[in-house]
C-alpha cells in the first residue's frame, strides 16, 4: 500500500510538472509568434529553457521508477528464495481463483 501511495504521489507530481511546463512552453511559443526581432528570440530561449528543464525533471522521474521498480524485484527475489513453499502456495491460490473464475464463464 505505501508503495502504491508512493508510486501515485510521483506520478501525480510529474503530471503537473509536465503540465506546467508545457503550459509556460506554449504561452511563451505563441507570445514568441506575435512578437517580432528580439523579443520574439528572448521567449523562444526561455521556452525552450522550459523544456530543457522538463526534460531533465522526466529523466529524473524515469530514474527514480527504474530503482524503484529493481528494489521491488529485487526484494520480491529475496523473498521468494528464503519463503519458496510459501510463494508456490500463492502461485496455486492465484492460479486457483483465476481458474475458478474462468469457469464461471
Do not use: C, F
Not at 508512493?6 to 503550459?23: K, P, R
Not at 526534460?55 to 519463503?83: C, F, L, P
Amino acid at each position: 500500500m505505501n508503495a502504491k501511495a508512493t508510486a501515485a504521489e510521483i506520478s501525480d507530481a510529474a503530471q503537473t510538472a509536465v503540465n506546467d511546463a508545457i503550459s509556460g512552453a506554449e504561452d511563451m511559443l505563441t507570445q514568441a509568434a506575435n512578437s517580432t526581432g528580439e523579443r520574439a528570440a528572448e521567449l523562444r530561449a526561455k521556452a525552450m529553457q522550459q523544456l530543457k528543464a522538463l526534460r531533465a525533471k522526466i529523466d529524473d522521474a524515469q530514474s527514480a521508477a527504474v530503482q524503484k521498480g529493481k528494489a521491488a524485484a529485487t526484494a520480491t527475489d529475496d523473498y521468494v528464495h528464503e519463503n519458496p513453499w510459501r510463494s508456490i502456495v500463492a502461485a496455486a491460490s492465484v492460479g486457483v481463483v483465476i481458474g475458478l473464475l474462468i469457469g464461471r464463464r
